[in-house]
């Protein structure tokens, strides 16, 4: 079975702060994805960034950075230079290419991490 | 805006009653994805559609059931409400249905049951 641990339940910074979502993942799939999703206040889910397992090369976009590290089984997320705008919460998924056909495409979502960003 | 439209986007209704949540997907996107978030379970997969087939269950109750119609639209139909049924239900759609397309989320429909 897929799971996804953030152990992070809430995190509370000062704007202009760097601060890094943990996120822990397991799978026996051979290949995997794993993704990252913001829920602002007004609710959505809006998708950040995907990564391969195959990949493990890190991402940055904006103040935005992912370091996956297949060793330890983790793909944390930081944020450089926090905004007020950041607050919400964060989400860190995983899903597979199970040959069995069950688990194609559908997410296992880890509890969340909500972030407060203080003015 | 994600392109994943979402009715209605609040639904209040009492015990034992049946609702029916509607999703249009993304133009072009084969697979739709249903999802309940509540406090205590978190955000948990129910069900998966791709091009009107399903594909993949999760923990679906007995009394909820989905189907994927010719235009790709999907519905969600909840039976026999129980006051644990509310949560906010998201759906979401992905040009495959496999894990390594992106899928994009509605804004949900946030159901209370009273």
């Known amino acids: 079975a897929q799971k996804v641990t953030q152990a992070q339940t809430e995190i509370s910074v000062v704007e202009k702060e760097d601060v890094t979502l943990d996120c822990v993942y397991e799978t026996r799939d051979t290949t995997y994805y794993l993704f990252w999703y913001k829920q602002p206040p007004s609710g959505e889910l809006v998708f950040l960034i995907r990564r391969n397992s195959f990949d493990e090369q890190n991402e940055i976009s904006g103040r935005y950075s992912w370091n996956f590290q297949k060793s330890t089984s983790s793909f944390n997320f930081t944020i450089t230079a926090s905004q007020v705008v950041d607050s919400a919460v964060y989400f860190c998924?995983?899903?597979?290419?199970?040959?069995?056909?069950?688990?194609?495409?559908?997410?296992?979502f880890g509890q969340g991490t909500i972030l407060t960003v203080h003015p | 805006d994600s392109g994943v439209t979402q009715t209605p986007k609040h639904l209040i209704t009492a015990t034992g009653q049946r609702v029916t949540l509607r999703c249009s997907p993304r133009s072009g996107d084969l697979s739709v994805y249903w999802y309940q978030q509540s406090l205590d379970q978190g955000l948990q997969f129910l069900i998966q559609?791709?091009?009107?087939?399903?594909?993949a269950k999760g923990n679906i109750l007995e009394r909820f059931s989905a189907q994927q119609f010719p235009d790709l639209h999907s519905e969600l139909n909840l039976s026999s409400l129980e006051l644990g049924d509310s949560a906010l239900y998201f759906c979401?759609?992905?040009?495959?249905?496999?894990?390594?397309?992106?899928?994009?989320f509605g804004q949900g429909t946030r159901l209370t049951v009273v």
């Open positions: 979401a759609s992905s040009p495959s249905g496999t894990g390594g397309t992106e899928a994009f």
């Open positions: 559609y791709y091009n009107g087939e399903e594909r």
């Open positions: 998924a995983l899903s597979g290419n199970n040959a069995g056909g069950t688990s194609y495409g559908k997410l296992t």
